[in-house]
């Protein structure tokens, strides 16, 4: 059903005016609690969940692709043979949990954002675990231009001994960009 939040309205609304072009912080969407004059979220937000609108007629589809994804990173960490960060039991256990927790459905339901900086933050914690840091910066900096809430975290990515300053430096660059 449609949400009786401002998220999803607006969600839709930015996906439909980057299919016809217009300017996601110039237009204005109709929907709970009113009249939306503004698009409140970084640019990546909307593109990242455009192509879902447009395929299906709703961003939330999206989300929940974004949220089995973060799950699948997550049970990934585990490695194909058990022989990664963690027991390939527990990885398994956290993974189920993310898709069956009662607060996912919620997220996806009300078109939260949220989904989009955890598969962020799943698919870096992969990537890095793999030694691919690039992939680890771009999710990063995809995460960072979609929500700020993720500038939270540069300061502990500056201090992570493999992760580093330059690679932190180099992701809200990025991300800026």
């Not at 990537?127 to 231009?145: M, N």
């Amino acid at each position: 059903p449609a949400p009786a939040i401002d998220v999803w309205y607006t969600l839709q609304g930015a996906a439909d005016s980057l299919g016809e072009g217009r300017n996601i912080y110039r237009d204005v969407w109709a929907g709970p609690p009113g009249v939306m004059a503004a698009f409140t979220y970084l640019p990546w937000t909307a593109l990242l969940l455009a192509p879902a609108r447009w395929l299906t007629g709703d961003v939330r589809v999206g989300l929940v692709i974004l949220t089995i994804l973060a799950a699948l990173a997550v049970r990934a960490l585990a490695g194909r043979d058990g022989s990664g960060t963690e027991p390939a039991r527990v990885t398994a256990g956290v993974a189920a949990l993310i898709l069956l927790l009662p607060g996912t459905a919620t997220q996806v339901e009300q078109a939260w954002t949220e989904p989009m900086l955890f598969a962020c933050l799943a698919g870096a914690a992969l990537a890095l675990t793999r030694r691919r840091y690039t992939a680890a910066v771009v999710l990063l900096a995809v995460g960072l231009a979609c929500k700020q809430h993720l500038a939270l975290v540069l300061p502990l990515l500056a201090a992570w001994p493999r992760f580093g300053v330059r690679r932190t430096v180099i992701t809200a660059l990025t991300a800026g960009v």
